[in-house]
């Protein structure tokens, strides 16, 4: 490929000015191009291909940016119009070529050949997709340490709920174990007024029915006949209670995030957390019940029960001495909302814009880990809800949590929790 030959693009008639602008486009272009006519044995590079050549193949004529081509360019462009692919080059520059074929102009030899240098934008790509794995991998590094939090905290307000858990299920064993304790007694003494009247069924004599009656008296009969279904209904109570203690806490504790979202009672979580937190707040706390109607509401229940243990606690920690703690529940425009409100210190208004951040607290050091409140903003926002609240120093809080009563499918809108309230 000479010199005239590289600046000639191959013409069968004289130049003309249609002739003459191609042949300029052809030279000023800034892609790289190879006109080849086989038939002739003829190769036209303009100066880009050249330069190509020269920064690619140092030495080495532009004709030999031919011998990259594989066999089956040539057919495959003759047979299709077109080829396209990529070559590396073991200096390892990256070619993108283009070959397309002249038989719509009766050419069959003839051939134009696009080579575009990609060396740039391939490291570009492969920095962007080492990127977006390092950023894949923090990501699974990140969910995991988030699972962990969520379990950590989990395990933290079981560990400052354990006490009164034990203590509520102490209370109904105690009186169980009272009751069975009178029940063997009262077992006792009817054994033996069963055994004298045994006795008596065997003889007439007026003697022994007489010592049967005063029996009857001493043992008091009569009153343990009315009092053991009594007791025993309450012995019955109390087990429940317990059951229904170890089931809260049952439901509390389970994990279950690989399952799906199902559709669940709100009111039932509700009261199953308020089994759960009641040691904590019974003793200086008035809770107050305003439940609306509630659909069934598509979540992780026992997530949402964490948020809601949380946002007690909070509230009966906002109350020092006496105070009320309202529950009002609701549904509307495709939403269920759960409001939770005290008559405790408030916020100030500097701690708002912070409370959900994670490790933050205004607590006093070992009544809060700063993550109560953050988990709760994650759980929330990962239902596809948000979190409102409304403070006055001196006055309360309230939180109110509002879900999506069915969850947006795939391609629906993402987090759009607000941020809102008190701090751990």
Sequence with gaps: MNSSQTQQPPSRHDPDPCSRRIHWAFRTTENAVVLVDRARGQAHANPSAEALATRALPGQAPSTLLDLLPGEAWEQARAQGRWAGEVTMSSGVVLEIVVRHGRDEGEDGLFLLIFDDVTARKARQRELQQRHDELEAAHRRLAGAQEQLLQSEKMASIGLLAAGVAHEINNPIGYVHSNLGTLQEYVAALFSLIEQQDAALQGADPGVREAIRLQRERLDI???????????????EGIERVTKIVQDLKEFSYVGRGDAMRPSDLHKGLESTLNIVWN?????????????????????????????????????????????????????????????????????????????????????????????????????????????????????????????????????????????????
Excluded: M
């Design 222 to 236: 009569d009153f343990i006949l009315g009092d053991l279904p009594k007791l025993l209904d309450e012995s019955r």
């Design 280 to 424: 904590d707040l019974k003793y200086k706390c008035r809770v107050e019940k305003h439940y609306g109607e509630l659909p069934p509401v598509e979540c992780h229940l026992s997530e949402i029960n964490q948020v809601l243990v949380n946002l007690l606690i909070n509230a009966g920690q906002a109350i020092e001495n006496r105070g009320t703690i309202t529950i009002a529940t609701g549904a509307e425009d495709g939403e269920a909302w759960i409001s939770i409100a005290d008559n405790g210190c408030g916020i100030a208004p500097d701690v708002l814009p912070r409370i959900f951040d994670p490790f933050y607290t205004s607590k006093p050091i070992g009544r809060g880990t700063g993550l109560g409140l953050a988990i709760a903003y994650s759980i929330v926002s990962k239902h596809h809800g948000r979190i409102e609240v409304q403070s006055e120093q001196g006055v309360g809080t309230t939180f109110r949590v509002v879900l999506p009563v069915v969850q947006p499918r795939q391609g629906g809108d993402g987090d759009d929790g607000s941020r809102g309230d008190e701090a751990q």
